[in-house]
């Protein structure tokens, strides 16, 4: 699409449905346009660590060649599956994590393997690696080497607490996994068990599906776009140390913020948000539905939608609604309850976007804006029209692996957008050809 025609539907949009769907095919469609990091070479070496085979996805749906380098044995991450569910012996969580790649098989742990390791390195741009602190060093083959023989290359190293100081140490030969990072945060204590609520030592509750593990990932990533992007301005390449047990916590750094500006950490509240009420999951006739309404003009419109305005006296400011007492959140939750529970979940979201519109066009400022979605079920998900117009999930078929539907190009981009061109993952399927084009 040429910059002109982008403006003209720019233009026009909002003018008309159908225009408005042209516009978004049109601009999430990677016909035609340019991988932006096409010209970039990654080798990832994460070894049964999914943090790293995250992150270099994330380059490869952008153009990257990534180089996945396992021993001829495979990475142990190939095991990991749920429920006994695989693809010739392959879990679907590396399925996931297999787009676009290419497999070269190199044992590290051989010397021998270490000067084929440095020739591809000096090629590269990106390394990412998940060994315990200080192996790759250890093997000469670490940033402090790799750095002299290509001084432009960003290496990304991902540990439990980093390379450096006593945790690190302390922590060396621990691996690395999505739980302990979600442990070392603090965040699964303050959740707690809603069946304990209010107890010291409650049972804690994780985040997620390895939410800590993408997390990572994802931030792995960008400090690895940012450091390459400083490279092509300097010509200086960098180190870029990666703790998960940073990664998590710094995503959830409100409870410690919070603590310490409070001088006491906050309650374990179960079900209930940490900060904000209402803001979380209510019963219905037919499910459940997710109501955020935080800010008190948008609770005044809560309060008004679910016909129960007389008693808005009691939780009208935000400090009257925080959740610091267990017994009166528990309140609040059960008269809210009492309400949705009259109204099938599509009539509890007609009723708040109603509301909204309404808000929108009264001259009257502050109207508030109550958020009310139907919690969906992964199968109905699966059906929601929304998913297939933005194209966020995609058939792919191989010949080993079968036939699977799997997530897609989450961020859309009009001029450089993400792509899955491929899936699979065989054990050195790409050996020839790294051989042929790197180290012949």
């Given at each position: 699409?040429?910059?002109?025609?982008?403006?003209?539907?720019?233009?026009?949009?909002?003018?008309?449905?159908?225009?408005?769907?042209?516009?978004?095919?049109?601009?999430?469609?990677?016909?035609?346009?340019?991988?932006?990091?096409?010209?970039?070479?990654?080798?990832?070496?994460?070894?049964?660590?999914?943090?790293?085979?995250?992150?270099?996805?994330?380059?490869?749906?952008?153009?990257?060649?990534?180089?996945?380098?396992?021993?001829?044995?495979?990475?142990?991450?190939?095991?990991?599956?749920?429920?006994?569910?695989?693809?010739?012996g392959v879990g679907i969580p590396f399925i996931m994590e297999a787009r676009n790649k290419r497999y070269f098989t190199l044992d590290l742990s051989?010397?021998?393997?270490?000067?084929?390791?440095?020739?591809?390195?000096?090629?590269?741009?990106?390394?990412?690696?998940?060994?315990?602190?200080?192996?790759?060093?250890?093997?000469?083959?670490?940033?402090?080497?790799?750095?002299?023989?290509?001084?432009?290359?960003?290496?990304?190293?991902?540990?439990?607490?980093?390379?450096?100081?006593?945790?690190?140490?302390?922590?060396?030969?621990?691996?690395?996994?999505?739980?302990?990072?979600?442990?070392?945060?603090?965040?699964?204590?303050?959740?707690?068990?809603?069946?304990?609520?209010?107890?010291?030592?409650?049972?804690?509750?994780?985040?997620?599906?390895?939410?800590?593990?993408?997390?990572?990932?994802?931030?792995?990533?960008?400090?690895?776009?940012?450091?390459?992007?400083?490279?092509?301005?300097?010509?200086?390449?960098?180190?870029?140390?990666?703790?998960?047990?940073?990664?998590?916590?710094?995503?959830?750094?409100?409870?410690?913020?919070?603590?310490?500006?409070?001088?006491?950490?906050?309650?374990?509240?179960?079900?209930?948000?940490?900060?904000?009420?209402?803001?979380?999951?209510?019963?219905?006739?037919?499910?459940?539905?997710?109501?955020?309404?935080?800010?008190?003009?948008?609770?005044?419109?809560?309060?008004?939608?679910?016909?129960?305005?007389?008693?808005?006296?009691?939780?009208?400011?935000?400090?009257?609604?925080?959740?610091?007492?267990?017994?009166?959140?528990?309140?609040?939750?059960?008269?809210?309850?009492?309400?949705?529970?009259?109204?099938?979940?599509d009539e509890l979201v007609k009723m708040a976007v109603d509301y909204s519109i309404k808000s929108a066009k009264s001259k009257w400022r502050g109207?508030?804006?109550?958020?009310?979605?139907?919690?969906?079920?992964?199968?109905?998900?699966?059906?929601n029209p929304h998913w297939a117009k933005r194209k966020s999930f995609t058939e792919f078929e191989d010949s080993q692996l079968g036939k699977f539907?799997?997530?897609?190009?989450?961020?859309?981009?009009?001029?450089?957008?993400?792509?899955?061109?491929?899936?699979?993952?065989?054990?050195?399927?790409?050996?020839?050809?790294?051989?042929?084009?790197?180290?012949?």
């Amino acid at each position: 699409m040429s910059k002109k025609e982008k403006e003209q539907i720019l233009v026009r949009y909002g003018s008309s449905r159908k225009e408005r769907e042209d516009f978004l095919k049109a601009m999430i469609s990677p016909e035609g346009k340019p991988e932006v990091l096409d010209d970039v070479v990654v080798l990832d070496v994460s070894y049964a660590n999914m943090s790293g085979d995250i992150a270099s996805s994330i380059f490869a749906e952008f153009g990257a060649e990534v180089i996945k380098i396992e021993p001829p044995e495979g990475d142990p991450s190939r095991k990991v599956t749920p429920y006994g569910v695989n693809r010739n012996g392959v879990g679907i969580p590396f399925i996931m994590e297999a787009r676009n790649k290419r497999y070269f098989t190199l044992d590290l742990s051989k010397e021998s393997a270490r000067d084929d390791f440095k020739k591809l390195a000096a090629k590269a741009h990106i390394v990412i690696e998940t060994f315990k602190p200080g192996q790759m060093d250890s093997w000469g083959i670490g940033y402090r080497q790799l750095s002299q023989i290509n001084p432009g290359l960003v290496y990304i190293a991902i540990s439990p607490y980093g390379q450096y100081g006593k945790k690190a140490q302390e922590f060396i030969n621990v691996p690395d996994s999505d739980i302990t990072s979600q442990a070392a945060s603090g965040l699964p204590a303050n959740i707690g068990d809603m069946e304990h609520m209010g107890e010291p030592y409650n049972w804690p509750l994780k985040a997620g599906v390895w939410l800590g593990w993408y997390i990572t990932g994802i931030e792995a990533a960008l400090g690895g776009a940012v450091a390459r992007y400083y490279m092509q301005a300097t010509g200086e390449g960098q180190m870029v140390d990666v703790a998960t047990a940073d990664a998590f916590a710094s995503l959830v750094g409100y409870p410690v913020t919070m603590g310490f500006t409070w001088d006491r950490a906050r309650p374990r509240i179960g079900r209930h948000d940490f900060a904000i009420y209402p803001y979380g999951f209510w019963p219905c006739k037919d499910g459940m539905v997710a109501i955020a309404a935080g800010r008190d003009h948008d609770f005044r419109g809560l309060l008004k939608i679910l016909k129960i305005w007389k008693e808005e006296d009691d939780w009208r400011y935000v400090f009257d609604r925080i959740p610091d007492i267990v017994e009166q959140v528990e309140k609040l939750y059960k008269m809210i309850a009492d309400e949705t529970m009259k109204y099938t979940s599509d009539e509890l979201v007609k009723m708040a976007v109603d509301y909204s519109i309404k808000s929108a066009k009264s001259k009257w400022r502050g109207g508030g804006v109550p958020i009310v979605m139907k919690v969906q079920k992964p199968v109905t998900t699966m059906q929601n029209p929304h998913w297939a117009k933005r194209k966020s999930f995609t058939e792919f078929e191989d010949s080993q692996l079968g036939k699977f539907i799997m997530p897609a190009n989450f961020i859309k981009m009009s001029d450089s957008p993400p792509r899955v061109k491929w899936v699979r993952c065989g054990i050195g399927q790409d050996n020839a050809y790294i051989l042929d084009k790197y180290l012949k």
